[in-house]
């Protein structure tokens, strides 16, 4: 059940298709990294961010972050998740970053408790 929201900002320019593939090779990757994590399970979102202010920067700088949130995992898990995502958002965006000065790539995995957490499926 992971949750995974991708952010950017506006000046950095990601079409639909490449954050579709993405997303799938992330969905696919959490799947293979580790056995709990069940890749149909996987909610993807990303998010453009028009206003956003990096450091003393102008619009010549970007960025990408890249959010995880599960389910509590051990510590192992946790930073081989966050390496390889890290390095799949390395491969997949570094090229879109054009006429920018520099762009920063993060990755975040955030933890949360099965017991706050709710999840209702409706089907028809």
């Known amino acids: 059940m992971p949750h995974i ?3 950017y900002s506006s000046n950095i320019s990601l079409t639909h298709n490449i954050k579709e593939t993405f997303f799938h090779e992330l969905h696919k990757g959490l799947g293979e990294w580790h056995s709990s994590f069940n890749p149909d399970e996987c909610k ?3 998010i453009r961010h028009d206003d956003y202010k ?3 920067e ?3 700088v ?3 972050h890249l959010s995880i949130k599960i389910v509590e995992r051990p510590l ?3 930073e081989k998740v966050k390496h390889k995502a890290a390095a799949l958002l390395n491969e997949m965006f570094s090229s879109h970053i054009g006429h ?3 762009a920063d790539f993060t990755v975040l995995i955030e933890e949360f408790q099965l017991e706050n957490y709710s999840k209702t499926r409706i089907e028809s």
């Open 100 to 102: 920018l000065k520099r």
């Open 58 to 60: 102008d619009q010549t």
């Open 62 to 64: 970007g960025f990408i």
């Open 54 to 56: 990096l450091g003393f």
């Open 44 to 46: 993807s979102r990303s």
């Open 5 to 7: 929201i991708l952010e």
């Open 76 to 78: 192992e898990v946790r």
